[in-house]
């Protein structure tokens, strides 16, 4: 996670790995705060069982994603899935 306050000269950087805090430091960003979220279940096996296929599991992603989308169209959201942008939704009234 990568957040910063408008009112603040830099932001904070907040690594999270297999559920272990890795790392916490002050970088220089953009106001805002920006998730980046890979391989989330690589570790739950017992998940895995569970999982259909990659198009089904993508589109209960892009499901939820306009969700929330919709509920707060203040806010910027992008969604990338295999480094290639899905959606750029900016922030709008």
Do not use: W
Request: proline share 4%.
């Amino acid at each position: 996670m990568r957040t910063r306050r408008a009112a603040d000269e830099l932001g904070t950087l907040i690594r999270i790995e297999g559920s272990e805090f890795k790392t916490q430091e002050s970088i220089a960003c953009l106001p805002g705060t920006n998730f980046c979220v890979k391989n989330l279940f690589y570790n739950v096996p017992a998940r895995r069982n569970f999982l259909r296929s990659n198009a089904v599991e993508m589109r209960h992603i892009l499901d939820e994603f306009q969700r929330v989308a919709l509920a707060h169209p203040e806010v910027n959201l992008s969604l990338y899935q295999n480094d290639l942008e899905t959606y750029n939704l900016p922030a709008a009234n």
